[in-house]
């Protein structure tokens, strides 16, 4: 077993009957989904909301049944990977380019779980570029914006030889912050720049992190 799947299949016990489910994305999440898928095979009877195609995809195939945001009030726990996180459990999300679902999922759940392999433990965020999501329209404009107020290395991301489009048609732009001294502050400014969505940091939203490591074992780190 190796650290990813350790972490996702630990947050996976959280899981109880009659939740309704924020499924994560990407290379952790996908664990945590496969364990639920097993946790249903042999009788467990939940709702899930995925915050992905890709994720939609994996639910569908492990048969976990999904529901429409509309049908649901709040979310009993919602299990997602971060791409760093730090003492305070602040995070950096996106690298998978799903943080705008991933956040309003985050959001709407009584308990946001992370899981990560070990070497996603940060003193400081930073080191892993900050996913920015911006609107198409002129975003040559907010790019500019962007670059001039921070004066650091901004690239929009590619999918090969085109600009990268998120799942909401959107596009994403990826930040060199390097040392993130207030995520906090950072996020409140970012979130109020017209042109940009949404952002990769995540403060003050998860409860528990679950680290997993190479040779299996996990820590549950909590508020």
């Given at each position: 077993?190796?650290?990813?799947?350790?972490?996702?299949?630990?947050?996976?016990?959280?899981?109880?009957?009659?939740?309704?489910?924020?499924?994560?994305?990407?290379?952790?999440?996908?664990?945590?989904?496969?364990?639920?898928?097993?946790?249903?095979?042999?009788?467990?009877?939940?709702?899930?909301?995925?915050?992905?195609?890709?994720?939609?995809?994996?639910?569908?195939?492990?048969?976990?049944?999904?529901?429409?945001?509309?049908?649901?009030?709040?979310?009993?726990?919602?299990?997602?990977?971060?791409?760093?996180?730090?003492?305070?459990?602040?995070?950096?999300?996106?690298?998978?380019?799903?943080?705008?679902?991933?956040?309003?999922?985050?959001?709407?759940?009584d308990r946001f779980v992370v899981i990560a392999d070990s070497g996603k433990r940060v003193a400081h965020l930073g080191q892993f570029k900050?996913?920015?999501?911006?609107?198409?329209?002129?975003?040559?404009?907010?790019?500019?914006?962007?670059?001039?107020?921070?004066?650091?290395?901004?690239?929009?991301?590619?999918?090969?030889?085109?600009?990268?489009?998120?799942?909401?048609?959107?596009?994403?732009?990826?930040?060199?912050?390097?040392?993130?001294?207030?995520?906090?502050?950072?996020?409140?400014?970012?979130?109020?720049?017209?042109?940009?969505?949404?952002?990769?940091?995540?403060?003050?939203?998860?409860?528990?992190?679950?680290?997993?490591?190479?040779?299996?074992?996990?820590?549950?780190?909590e508020k």
């Amino acid at each position: 077993m190796n650290a990813k799947q350790a972490a996702g299949y630990r947050a996976a016990q959280l899981i109880k009957e009659g939740m309704t489910v924020g499924l994560g994305t990407g290379s952790t999440a996908f664990y945590a989904i496969e364990k639920i898928g097993e946790m249903v095979a042999n009788g467990l009877s939940i709702r899930a909301i995925a915050t992905s195609r890709a994720s939609e995809e994996l639910a569908e195939k492990y048969n976990i049944p999904l529901v429409a945001a509309a049908d649901v009030d709040r979310l009993d726990i919602a299990i997602d990977g971060a791409d760093e996180f730090d003492p305070e459990m602040a995070l950096i999300k996106g690298g998978g380019g799903a943080l705008l679902r991933e956040k309003l999922v985050a959001v709407q759940s009584d308990r946001f779980v992370v899981i990560a392999d070990s070497g996603k433990r940060v003193a400081h965020l930073g080191q892993f570029k900050l996913p920015i999501e911006i609107v198409p329209f002129c975003y040559e404009w907010t790019l500019r914006l962007l670059r001039s107020r921070y004066n650091v290395a901004i690239e929009m991301r590619m999918n090969g030889n085109e600009l990268y489009v998120t799942d909401n048609g959107n596009y994403i732009a990826d930040a060199a912050f390097g040392k993130i001294e207030s995520p906090g502050k950072l996020s409140d400014e970012l979130k109020a720049t017209t042109g940009v969505v949404e952002h990769g940091l995540f403060v003050d939203i998860a409860q528990m992190v679950i680290v997993g490591y190479d040779d299996g074992r996990t820590e549950v780190i909590e508020k």
